[in-house]
T-cell receptor, first 111, second 115 residues
């Protein structure tokens, strides 16, 4: 059983479209991070959010942390083929002790 | 380039064997983490070391062990290998040991295939 549930598991879209991926848990997070992993490489940290309701923007990527700090979303505007990858959320709680990762959302953006 | 170096990149071995995976953290990082990634389990935390001492343990099997040396590099030893141990093994490093907001920098991983 995953402590963090990510949805959808797989997303295939055309270049220029928008997409949103979600990360949910029944636990309250101390902080939440988003990573992107490309084939043959390790995950790369995109952003960390720590405050409920926080919104962070990274060029065409918008990250939102839920008010209750139990969920997060990643929205990509006008997706490009370079956005293709496995998007992982990772969260920590006092009871978990360490960062736990979700199973990830595989995003494929075709030209 | 994350600055975290893992060797070897690929490893093919047989059941029952023992292997050692090596990791050099980013310059200045004292904390090293080991993760296992498989298709069915996702990215699973195995163990963390901070400045040579074990800091936290996750889902690490008794057949697996790790250590961090005085020069801060780390090794993950996998013994009595089984088919199910085939996976990508990642090392990550961070500047401090936690708590939950540590920023991890991952290496490129070691792909272990047990035949």
């Amino acid at each position: 059983t995953q402590l963090l549930e990510q949805s959808p598991q797989f997303l295939s879209i055309q270049e220029g479209e928008n997409l949103t991926v979600y990360c949910n848990s029944s636990s309250v997070f101390s902080s939440l991070q988003w990573y992107r992993q490309e084939p043959g490489e390790g995950p790369v940290l995109l952003v960390t959010v720590v405050t409920g309701g926080e919104v962070k923007k990274l060029k065409r990527l918008t990250f939102q942390f839920g008010d209750a700090r139990k969920d997060s979303s990643l929205h990509i505007t006008a997706a490009q083929p370079g956005d293709t990858g496995l998007y992982l959320c990772a969260g920590g709680t006092d009871s978990w002790g360490k960062l736990q990762f979700g199973a990830g959302t595989q995003v494929v953006v075709t030209p | 380039d994350s600055g975290v170096t893992q060797t070897p990149k690929h490893l093919i071995t047989a059941t029952g064997q023992r292997v050692t995976l090596r990791c050099s953290p980013r310059s200045g990082d004292l904390s090293v983490y080991w993760y296992q990634q498989s298709l069915d389990q996702g990215l699973q935390f195995l163990i963390q070391y901070y400045n040579g001492e074990e800091r936290a343990k996750g889902n690490i099997l008794e057949r697996f062990s790790a250590q961090q040396f005085p020069d801060l590099h780390s090794e993950l030893n996998l013994s009595s290998l089984e088919l199910g141990d085939s996976a990508l093994y990642f090392c990550a490093s961070s500047a401090n040991p936690g708590p939950m907001d540590e920023k991890l920098f991952f290496g490129s991983g070691t792909q272990l295939s047990v035949l």
